[in-house]
């Protein structure tokens, strides 16, 4: 990602109602799937500036590793200590280290040149039985400014997520899809960007007004109580758990 977007997640990652209302719907998949809640041992494969291994610390001793070095620096401010500079095609964690590793928004990147690889590594130095979290942004034909941004190679469906899950060592425990109330507001926000161009320098990922936040953070903490339950059909990510089967 370019330096100023990964300014900007540090400045919003703790309030922003996308990373809260995302971490809702984790932690509620997390609990839903681990054999025990704390004790584990934990890897961020992608930690960004490392807002995840924040609220992962409850479930274990959390370790982090990004390819950015400003990422990274991020991380130690937050007070971080297990964390390097890394990539999830060679993960610099020795194998079946880990109970549980999380993914979270990493495989669509440029700078992973080949996703199959990553999700092997991230096989490699996971435990037998333990639990794999991936999330990525959902349908390629969403395709947009914010993605341009961020460097982003590709959007994933659900089935192309499972497919490469079942070929890389993993069964899939559960696959939703997430951010399925405020799809139908994203979709008309990317139709009317097509149709009227206005060459976005930056990302979504900026503050917003408090009330709008409030507002938008609701829908994705109904959803945070619907996944424990059922599977979404649709939305803006697909999230996976997955458990590693070699």
Known sequence: MRQNEYDAMYRVEDTHFWYRGMQKIS?????KYLPHESGNMI????????????????????YGFDISDLAIQYCKKRG????????????????????????LDVLYHKQVKNDRQALKELCRVLKPGG???IRV??????????????????????????????ESGFAVKQTTYANMLLFPLSLVMRIVD??????????????????????????????????????LPFGLSVVVIAGKTV
């Not at 890897?43 to 959390?62: E, N, R, S």
């Not at 959902?138 to 982003?152: F, I």
């Not at 097509?194 to 938008?216: A, C, G, Q, Y």
């Open 80 to 103: 971080l200590k297990n964390v390097v500079v890394g990539t999830v095609e060679s993960i610099p964690f020795a194998p079946k280290m880990f109970d549980i590793v999380v993914c």
């Open 27 to 31: 932690e509620m998949l997390l609990r």
């Open 131 to 133: 639990l794999l979290v």
């Open 194 to 231: 097509r149709m009227f161009p206005s060459h976005h320098e930056t990302s979504d990922v900026k503050p917003i007004h408090p009330i709008l936040n409030t507002l938008f953070y609701f829908p994705l903490w109904i959803e945070s109580k619907l996944i424990r339950f059922i599977s």
């Open 137 to 166: 942004p959902a349908y390629n034909w969403l395709h947009s400014y914010h993605d341009v941004a961020v460097h982003a190679k590709h959007r994933y469906s659900a089935g192309e997520v499972e497919k490469l899950l079942l």
């Open 43 to 62: 890897l961020d494969a992608g930690c960004g500036t490392g807002g995840a291994m924040q609220w992962l610390k409850p479930f274990g001793k959390v």
